[in-house]
């Protein structure tokens, strides 16, 4: 099915249930509960988690497969947020050619750094991918300013020449994205008994390029392509003796990976049109790192995973302040509530990058293979069958 082999397939299936269904399994509390606040299910928030998924999944490529670590792929993040506005300014506010030229550009730029900084492995690559995306930052930030809005970052405005658009709405505001008509901003709200439920246009179309990306990704580490990328992480020294050139390959996954994030920062401009030279910092090239390696380095779903979690605590564990803990431990004594606030603080609100980084810490020494290594030791161990008396028992040799 769709050109997979059984488990793939089903690791796709579930990654479409689990999209589809966010709204869902995301608000698991009662709208008027005290633990509502863990909810997830708001429009923004989803959007994130498979926006982050996507650049995760295409850094994947390159680390988990490739085995070459950058640390300079937020500058194609920005390339493409910057891509997108400019042709929501110039063409139109359909997303669609938006995306395609974030896509395309960032494929052109990762080009030009991968043929550069391919010239070098281990460390002296991932120093030269950092130094490029520190000095795309820069130029973003103050050189290029006619081109980024420097500081401010770019964003529509009343005055751009849409070709293809109007530049302004009948009452005299900003027109919004949209795909052929359809507003990324429309939600639908559904409310059964204490919950609430928000379907957003938005979320759903960057699910539906997840899904795709994420097949892609399938396609990519099952592919003949693949298991060259696979043997060039094993040993590039002994497929150097083959006679094979592993330039060429590493290249094309570097370029492939640069796309991706293209890709997310073209998604994350048609849902908020705006574009920053935060998006290039080395701090956002350090976070998708974290990701892959909290999901799990190598594997197909691993990254998805690490992206959605530290954006829950990015979004949601850090608004745990003082006033929520004392809520929580209302019923205490005041000693004793006074206490164990004073426990908990340091590891929540704006402290929850402790609380990230002792995981982050627990996983790489306990978890090598990250998140999706603990949810296979938790399956092997429930399904683990004891032995019958008939199966363990040892057989008489025949006389």
């Known amino acids: 099915m769709f050109g997979l082999q059984k488990k793939d397939t089903n690791l796709l299936l579930i990654v479409i249930a689990l999209t589809m269904l ?36 295409g850094f994947n490529i390159l680390f988990g497969l490739t085995g070459y670590l950058s640390f300079g792929h937020a500058a194609f993040l920005g390339v493409g947020s910057y891509s997108a506005v400019w042709m929501f300014k110039l063409l139109s506010m359909n997303i669609l050619p938006a995306i395609i030229l974030s896509v395309v550009i960032a494929g052109l730029f990762s080009l030009l750094i991968g043929w550069i900084s391919l010239r070098r492995t281990g460390i002296y690559f991932s120093i030269l991918t950092l130094a490029f995306a520190q000095m795309s930052f820069a130029l973003a930030y103050s050189v290029l300013t006619p081109i980024t809005n420097g500081e401010t970052g770019l964003q529509i405005t009343l005055d751009d020449p849409r070709i293809l658009g109007i530049s302004q709405t009948a009452d ?90 293209g890709l997310a920062g073209g998604l994350m401009a048609s849902m908020d049109p705006l574009a920053g030279a935060e998006r290039m910092q080395w701090t956002a090239s350090g976070e998708v790192v974290l990701m892959t390696i909290l999901g799990g380095a190598g594997t197909l779903i691993g990254p998805v995973l690490g992206a959605g979690m530290i954006k829950y605590f990015e979004n949601i564990f850090s608004k745990i302040n003082d006033n929520v803990l004392h809520t929580w431990f209302s019923f205490m004594p005041d000693g004793l509530e006074n206490l164990m606030v004073g426990i908990l603080h340091p590891f929540v609100g704006k402290g929850w990058h402790l609380t990230l980084g002792i995981i982050f810490m627990l996983v790489v020494a306990f978890l090598p293979g990250g998140l999706v290594e603990g949810g296979q030791r938790i399956g092997r161990m429930f399904g683990r069958k004891k032995p019958t008396d008939d199966t363990s028992a040892k057989t008489e040799p025949a006389e």
């Not at 003949?224 to 497929?239: D, E, V, Y």
């Open 22 to 57: 966010a709204p869902f399994i995301l608000n698991p509390f009662p709208t008027d509960s005290g633990l509502a606040q863990f909810n997830a299910g708001y429009p923004d928030l989803m959007q994130r988690f498979v926006i982050f998924g996507i650049f995760a999944i």
């Open 172 to 261: 005299g505001s900003i027109p919004v994205t949209n795909l052929f008509g359809m507003e990324m901003r429309a939600t639908t709200d559904l409310a059964l008994g204490a919950w609430s439920f928000t379907f957003s246009m938005g979320y759903y179309v960057c699910a539906v390029l997840m899904i795709l990306a994420f097949y892609m990704s399938i396609r990519i580490f099952r592919s003949p392509f693949g298991m060259m990328l696979r043997a060039i992480k094993s040993n590039q020294t002994r497929m150097n003796y083959t006679g094979l050139n592993p330039k060429p390959y590493t290249l094309a996954a570097f370029v492939i990976s640069g796309m991706y994030a």
